[in-house]
């Protein structure tokens, strides 16, 4: 079986100060890792995704994750938040057999 | 270009009531899903229907069913409604879920529902 975890269930943080939200994961097979935004009272978006190759993964806003099979990681990263990045990231997992499995979400609230 | 169109957005339910979530989708797409969203548990699968015609069960299927009514729609039915069942439920839809194709989903607005 397959699983994702999200450590962190809320990240406060300043306007313009860099940003990592945690993602592991467990599967016995190879994966394709994803990461979703939802912003307030809105539907889930597609961030970023890694399906193989680079392990440095870019996405849209800046963010970008990094593929690490030995940790069985996929962390998040943006060098310099904005008020705008304020929402709910999930990070999801892909095997192929069925559908994604997505971890419990982090909530990331940029203050100014 | 619509992409994923849930009916309806918010509905109030009292125990025992029956109700219909619709979900279509104007993409083309093979594969259709429907999640519920409940805090501190990230969205856990329903319902999924690989393509037209087939559906199965994901992790949480009691209290449910769905109808894969053609390519487009992929509807969820409540037949009596409990209030562990209040949540906000998402529909999606992807390309297709084989390995050749990972499976990028396309996500409605979502629906919330509140069982009294």
């Known amino acids: 079986a397959q699983s994702v975890t999200q450590l962190d269930s809320q990240v406060p943080v300043f306007e313009e100060a860099p940003v990592e939200l945690r993602c592991n994961y467990s599967s016995s097979v190879s994966v394709y890792l994803f990461w979703y935004v939802q912003y307030p009272n809105q539907g889930l978006q597609l961030l970023l995704k890694?399906?193989?190759?680079?392990?440095l993964v870019k996405g849209i806003n800046g963010f970008e994750a990094e593929f690490n099979k030995s940790q069985t990681s996929f962390h998040l990263r943006k060098p310099s938040v904005h008020i705008s990045d304020t929402a709910e990231y999930f990070c999801a997992l892909d095997t192929g057999r069925r559908a994604l499995t997505f971890g419990s979400g982090t909530r990331l609230q940029v203050q100014p | 270009n619509a992409g994923v169109t849930q009916t309806p957005k918010f509905q109030v339910l009292k125990t025992g009531q029956s109700m219909t979530l619709q979900c279509a989708q104007d993409m083309n797409h093979n594969s259709m899903y429907w999640y519920r969203q409940d805090p501190g548990m990230g969205l856990r699968l329903i319902y999924y229907?690989?393509?037209?015609?087939?559906?199965d069960k994901g992790e949480v299927p009691n209290g449910y069913n769905v109808s894969r009514l053609n390519k487009r729609e992929f509807s969820l039915r409540l037949e009596s409604a409990a209030p562990s069942q209040t949540s906000v439920y998402f529909c999606?839809?992807?390309?297709?879920?084989?390995?050749?194709?990972?499976?990028?989903?396309?996500f409605g607005a979502g629906s919330r529902l509140t069982v009294l």
């Open positions: 999606a839809s992807s390309v297709g879920s084989g390995r050749s194709r990972a499976n990028v989903l396309t």
């Open positions: 890694y399906l193989s190759g680079s392990t």
């Open positions: 229907s690989a393509s037209e015609g087939t559906t």
